[in-house]
């Protein structure tokens, strides 16, 4: 079982990543994606179902990220618009074994994904 997360990078405040998370051995349910800067918590900032109708965002994102998901390559991506320096930190994806779970009850407990991903590092800096 792995989770494979790639996308990450150093840009511009103002412009765009895409992160790819890719899933091997498992078939994606309630995905998300999760952040975390050094001496914070981790945080899950969006997560979507398997249906990709329920999707949930964190608040501070402002419409800024969206996810979605291609379960034929079980692959779920984030992309991030209009990044701020505030964004920077180390991304990581993860993804829950139950298939019961909503995607802004997962993202609120970062403690439930029983898969987690390598961290992909995002850095935002003129």
């Known amino acids: 079982v792995q989770l494979q997360a790639s996308g990450g990078g150093l840009v511009q405040p103002g412009r765009s990543l895409r992160l790819s998370c890719a899933a091997s051995g498992i078939t994606l349910d309630v995905v998300g994606w999760f952040r975390q800067v050094p001496g914070k918590e981790r945080e899950g900032i969006s997560c979507i179902s398997r249906r990709d109708v329920d999707t949930y965002y964190e608040d501070s994102l402002n419409g800024r990220f969206t996810i979605s998901r291609d379960n034929a390559k079980k692959t779920v991506y984030l992309q991030m618009d209009s990044l701020k320096p505030e964004d920077a930190a180390t991304y990581y994806c993860?993804?829950?074994?139950?298939?019961?779970?909503?995607?802004?009850?997962?993202?609120?407990?970062?403690?439930?994904?029983?898969?987690w991903g390598k961290g992909t590092q995002v850095t935002v800096s003129s």
């Open positions: 993860a993804a829950a074994r139950r298939t019961d779970y909503s995607a802004m009850f997962l993202c609120a407990r970062p403690f439930l994904p029983d898969y």
